[in-house]
């Protein structure tokens, strides 16, 4: 009989650490869309930016540098176009490190599956189970391994 409640205690362990890594996968996505979001946004201002007015004030430029400076028309038009890959390269920074900082949620998440895959590892590998655990009660942590899980999971909700 205490193998069966051994059993249910370990199904029931597992279940809660689905659900778990459920709910913690939702709020990643969650902040993972919110992060991205800015990244997406910078970069569609920047192609129209360098589609439409950078193209036109760069060639402008140019001829500024040719007719008042008496620049050749090859010279001018290399220095706007180095300005023109200057400006587009500090916009693509912003995107990488919008990007950056959205993958970030979500390798937080990994860690924290390996950690529980690890916690459930352990929990597969122990002999004996607590004794007067049946399965039925109302289910609490009862070793230091658990009391660490489940404090860390009573304030999951509290990352968002």
Known sequence: ???????????????????????????????????????LTCLT????TAISSVTIGLSS???????EHEWGVPAALLVAATLGLLITTCLLVGVFVSA???MASVGESRT?????????KALLLRDNFPPGSS????????????TEFYRQRESWPDRV
Not at 11 to 26: G, K, M, N, S, V
Not at 45 to 48: E, M, R, T
Not at 61 to 67: N, R, V
Not at 112 to 120: F, S, T
């Open 1 to 39: 009989m205490a193998q069966k409640s051994g059993i249910k205690r370990l199904i029931h362990d597992i279940t809660d650490l689905i659900e778990l890594q459920f709910e913690l996968f939702a709020v990643d996505g969650k902040l993972f869309f919110s992060k991205s979001l800015v990244g």
């Open 45 to 48: 201002i920047a192609s129209a």
């Open 61 to 67: 430029l140019a001829g500024w540098l040719h007719f």
């Open 100 to 102: 950056r900082s959205a």
């Open 112 to 120: 924290e599956l390996k950690e529980n895959v690890a916690w459930l």
């Open 135 to 146: 399965g039925d009660e109302e289910h609490e942590p009862h070793d230091a391994f658990n």
